[in-house]
């Protein structure tokens, strides 16, 4: 099994910046998946982003050019890096790891964007 400890959320005005990071522990091969997701109220949750352990990176439409995605293989974390967010962005953060054994699941950080 793998565990999973977010931080970094908050409150903060548009345009501001945060950082997630998301630490992972336990059953972590080094091939994997790490990624964030979230989940506005009322909203399904959405893929933001993801790398993979070879450093590839996919981010949503949505946030390109206002988000990265990066990882720390040495210290099983990955981070999202947030900049010029919007009130839209608004929402509970998961971050999220995929082995050959399953996924698991952050416990959810909560980001929010005053206009």
């Known amino acids: 099994q793998v565990q999973l400890v977010e931080s970094g959320g908050g409150l903060v005005q548009a345009g501001g910046s945060l950082r997630l990071s998301c630490a992972a522990s336990?059953?972590?091969?080094?091939?994997?998946?790490m990624g964030w997701y979230r989940q506005a109220p009322g909203k399904q949750r959405e893929l933001v982003a993801q790398?993979?352990?070879?450093?590839?990176?996919y981010l949503a439409d949505s946030v390109k050019g206002r988000f990265a995605i990066s990882r720390d293989n040495a210290k099983s974390t990955v981070y999202l890096q947030m900049n010029s967010l919007r009130p839209e962005d608004t929402a509970v953060y998961y971050c999220?790891?995929?082995?050959?054994?399953?996924?698991?699941w952050g416990q959810g950080s909560q980001v929010t964007v005053s206009s």
């Open positions: 999220r790891v995929i082995t050959t054994l399953g996924g698991s």
């Open positions: 790398i993979t352990s070879g450093g590839a990176t």
């Open positions: 336990g059953r972590i091969f080094s091939s994997n998946v």
